[in-house]
């Protein structure tokens, strides 16, 4: 089956059908070897298709909630979990109809074709109806159902009515950066060339860009490239980092002479940066994961720098310490991710309110574990990709209560909000995602 469409209902159908993350479909679209088993529907995707097999999965989800308010009136009755492949397949229609410029008659044309391949000839004929059904009633203003201000800003209610809650004068610009795709953006190795230098080079090369004020290594492109084109991208001249993340290594302080853990170090951009800018520390790179933990060895071999790697909990310290005490620790810490929606907009239907309390829980639990590793004097950096003060401030501020021995410093800059004891680093539409930062010093034991 090559059919764009239909591919990209059966990666949107696990999403809602089975809770499936987006991201493991997104790690398949790099990946050629999978078992057969583990095979996601772009394993299938030509490459002259991939982008627009893209636009269609990320469009969709981040419109996911207004096109489904549209959806469901034109139904007679909602979809079985085994025809959620044909749910998504309206979805994308509706998607194509309201947000790309694919003629109205081929949109339909196409999404009754992929109904066919995905081996469901009964829905060709619901297909075609429920879209020209909506197009008629698109003509007839009157006829449309009116949908809520949350369906309408493609928003689940609970996380929409919690935005507008927690931060009361940024809700808007937060709501259109989730709604929006995310700029592709860079950290320079400043190892191998200045941030002048390789923006030249890019030049050169027809990308423009512009510097990012987060950090000394940023930059931000107008157009997004595929990695292949930016130069010595496979020698580690160049990474993809959301500028939010870039500002971890910066803030984490770490020089040659330390001993430095990155707890939850997966994918690994992280990881790199705090070798970029000190190559001689002794760095220990933990992830739950050891699938994920590939990647970050991957990336550690594309810049020539090494690590212990370990595939374990983090919190579990009595199955993977050494018993020799950490200068550094920098704590990414699980996290809901609503900072990042625009990188990830299967997560607002994949997040639900009671799982900021659960997330909070883990972090604490972290904290608590990672903190008798840390030598007095130390500092450990806690980071989320979160905007919810349940995640951050929150967590810090108990943390801090719990901890005599734990202090909080103050983060000085030019980005971001005082939170609590840390600084918040809202999303930023066409610039940034949304990341949270505490820096935690340890005294001596009394």
Known sequence: MKDVRALAAKAIARVISQGES???????LSKSNQNA????PSDNIENKDRAFYRELC?????HFHRLDAQLKPLLKKPFSKKDADIHALLLIGLYQLLYLRTPDHAAISASVDAAKKLKKQWASGLVNAVLRNFLRQQAEPSKVTALSQAADLSHPKWLFNKIQKDWPDNWQPLIDYNNAAPPMSLRVNLNKNSRADFQQQLADAGIETILD????????LNQAVAVSELPDFDQGAVSVQDPGAQLAATLLNADGSMRVLDACAAPGGKTVHILESAPKCELTAIDSSSERLLRVKENLARYGFSANCIAADAGATDLWWDEQMFDRILLDAPCSGTGIISHHPDIKLLRRSGDLAQFAEQQKTLLTQLWPLLKDGGQLLYCTCSIMPEENAAVIDWFL???PNASAEIIDAQWGVISGSGRQLLPNKGKNGGFFYARLSKSATL
């Open 401 to 403: 209560n719990q901890t």
């Open 58 to 62: 990320f469009g969709t989800l981040r």
């Open 22 to 28: 987006f991201s493991a479909e997104i790690d398949a």
């Open 37 to 40: 088993a583990d095979k996601k």
């Open 213 to 220: 004020p987060h950090s000394d290594s940023g930059l931000r």
